[in-house]
């Protein structure tokens, strides 16, 4: 996959870990814009959905999943 950037990797696991924009802000040190930007642009690199998007928070979709192993 083209354009991918550590710091878009470090917000994944960051997410996938937190299972909120908040968690995953909260532990980075950073704005929930900045993290939803970054997953967004991890997305559109990688050209599939890692993520579920539901009022409760995020979820790895079974692609997003096997990106984490």
């Keep these: ?11 994944f696991l960051a997410l996938a870990r937190a299972g909120t924009l908040t968690g995953a ?9 900045t993290v939803s930007r970054q997953i967004e642009r991890l997305e559109a690199a990688l050209g599939f959905a890692l993520f579920s998007r ?10 997003g999943a096997r990106s984490e192993q």
């Design 54 to 63: 539901h009022q409760s928070g995020y979820r790895l979709t079974d692609d």
């Design 1 to 11: 996959a083209r354009n991918l950037r550590w710091e878009d990797t470090r917000v």
């Design 25 to 33: 802000a909260r532990q980075l040190g950073c704005g929930l814009a």
